[in-house]
């Protein structure tokens, strides 16, 4: 059956800012303890803070007025 599948893809949140991003994720109940999203994590799993994905995340949670509730290494 190769090549006769069809296939849709979502991606819900493509086209929503980081923080509108975070604050979705606080009205429908996520848990940001349980998620993470740097590119280098320490070997234990804490993040970073310093690459652009810790950048990012952490300005979101800034621009919608949270708290990222993750730890960060140094
Ligand atoms: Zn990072």
């Not at 800012?17 to 848990?31: C, M, P, Y």
């Not at 280098?40 to 799993?45: A, C, L, N, T």
Request: hydrophobic fraction near 30%; glycine fraction near 10%; include cysteine.
């Amino acid at each position: 059956m190769q090549g006769r599948q069809r296939l849709r893809i979502h991606a819900p949140l493509q086209h929503l800012t980081k923080a509108q991003i975070v604050t979705l994720g606080h009205e429908l109940g996520v848990d940001y303890s349980l998620t993470t999203s740097c590119y280098d994590p320490s070997p234990d799993g804490v993040s970073c803070g310093h690459c652009d994905a810790c950048q990012l995340r952490l300005r979101g949670f800034a621009e919608a007025g949270a708290t990222d509730p993750i730890a960060y290494g140094s």
